[in-house]
């Protein structure tokens, strides 16, 4: 597996690497969580590039960098960065798997209803629609009546313990690893009102029109998720039109590609990856208008 960062000055100038895999021609697009990285998603990418898969994990827009730059960017442009390396992937790939941790779920099921014929199914981890777990402020439901950036952007809703992760040891292994990428702690950690509104005018864009997806959807959610309540994926899992399978994480919290059953979730990806010709083949392709 390689990192790429070639067009990391298109987005902001954050030189922070895509991380990149030139496998066979089944490839998994990889998308991280909001105001994180692709190294989100990197156990996960790393098993299915070994697996012979191609990937791509891109570095969505405004992030990466600092607190103020996320809050500046839209939905829009984080999205633009999806569809960029979507546009590479499938042009080498015949089938495509497109991926998403927390928010970045939900710029992966726009993409499949944005372009059906050339994303042929999901793997959601913990999606998101709005951060209401049991480690969230008790106050955030208040940027639901806003509709100011600026106004939002007087808000911070900062990271806070556990940070998403379970397992002692691996916490402090993700926190220790942003220490060393030499970025101030706020930029890390920080989060303004302004992304948090971003992310409701993505949720009332998607949300009212999940009913178009028919791809297969793999779902991982974990039953205490500190981020994202487990009635979110089970809400989606009601509202999508193709074959879905909900995976409820009893030992994880919301980075379920880092946390203590990130082996169960790359096991259950390859085998979503196996299954998937013949989810998406008729069994019978003769009594098919």
Same mark, same amino acid.
């Given at each position: 597996?390689?990192? /790429? &960062?070639?067009?990391? &000055?298109? /987005?902001? @100038?954050?030189? !922070?690497?895509? !991380?990149?895999?030139?496998?066979?021609?089944?490839?998994?697009?990889? !998308?991280?969580?909001?105001?994180?990285?692709?190294?989100?998603?990197?156990?996960?990418?790393?098993?299915?590039?070994?697996?012979?898969?191609?990937?791509?994990?891109? +570095?969505?827009?405004?992030?990466?960098?600092?607190?103020?730059?996320?809050?500046?960017?839209?939905?829009?442009?984080?999205?633009? &960065?999806?569809?960029? #390396?979507?546009?590479?992937?499938?042009?080498?790939?015949?089938?495509?798997?497109?991926?998403?941790? @927390?928010?970045? #779920?939900?710029?992966?099921? =726009?993409?499949?209803?944005?372009?059906?014929?050339?994303?042929?199914?999901?793997?959601?981890?913990?999606?998101?629609?709005?951060?209401?777990?049991?480690?969230?402020?008790?106050?955030?439901?208040?940027?639901?009546?806003?509709?100011? /950036?600026?106004?939002?952007? +007087?808000?911070?809703?900062? %990271?806070?313990?556990?940070?998403?992760?379970?397992?002692?040891?691996?916490?402090? %292994?993700?926190?220790?690893?942003?220490?060393?990428? @030499?970025?101030?702690?706020?930029?890390? *950690?920080?989060?303004?009102?302004?992304? +948090?509104? %971003?992310? /409701?005018?993505?949720? %009332?864009?998607?949300?009212?029109?999940?009913? $178009?997806?028919? $791809?297969?959807?793999?779902?991982?959610?974990?039953?205490?998720?500190?981020?994202?309540?487990?009635?979110?994926? $089970?809400?989606?899992?009601?509202? +999508?039109?193709?074959?879905?399978?909900? !995976?409820?994480?009893?030992?994880?919290?919301? *980075?379920?590609?880092?946390?203590?059953?990130?082996?169960?979730?790359?096991?259950?990806?390859?085998?979503? #990856?196996?299954?998937?010709?013949?989810?998406?083949?008729?069994?019978?392709? =003769?009594?098919?208008?």
């Amino acid at each position: 597996m390689t990192g /790429k &960062s070639a067009d990391s &000055s298109a /987005k902001c @100038g954050v030189s !922070i690497a895509d !991380i990149v895999h030139d496998g066979g021609r089944f490839g998994f697009l990889l !998308i991280h969580r909001l105001g994180g990285r692709p190294a989100d998603v990197g156990y996960v990418a790393a098993g299915l590039a070994y697996a012979g898969y191609s990937l791509n994990c891109p +570095l969505l827009y405004g992030h990466g960098g600092s607190r103020a730059l996320l809050a500046a960017t839209t939905w829009r442009q984080w999205y633009g &960065s999806v569809r960029s #390396a979507h546009d590479t992937l499938s042009a080498r790939c015949d089938t495509v798997v497109v991926g998403g941790l @927390g928010v970045g #779920a939900m710029l992966a099921l =726009e993409l499949a209803i944005d372009r059906p014929d050339s994303v042929h199914g999901l793997a959601l981890f913990a999606p998101t629609f709005w951060p209401n777990g049991w480690a969230m402020p008790w106050y955030g439901n208040a940027l639901k009546l806003m509709g100011s /950036k600026r106004l939002a952007n +007087l808000f911070r809703f900062d %990271e806070r313990p556990p940070f998403g992760i379970k397992d002692d040891a691996l916490r402090r %292994e993700l926190l220790d690893q942003h220490t060393r990428d @030499g970025r101030p702690v706020d930029d890390v *950690l920080g989060r303004s009102g302004g992304a +948090l509104l %971003e992310v /409701k005018w993505l949720a %009332e864009h998607v949300k009212p029109r999940l009913g $178009q997806v028919t $791809q297969p959807c793999l779902i991982f959610h974990p039953r205490y998720d500190d981020r994202s309540a487990l009635s979110a994926s $089970q809400d989606l899992q009601k509202a +999508l039109s193709g074959v879905v399978d909900l !995976i409820v994480l009893d030992d994880s919290y919301h *980075l379920v590609t880092l946390d203590r059953q990130r082996d169960i979730v790359l096991e259950r990806v390859l085998e979503f #990856a196996e299954a998937l010709p013949e989810l998406i083949s008729p069994a019978n392709p =003769e009594q098919v208008d």
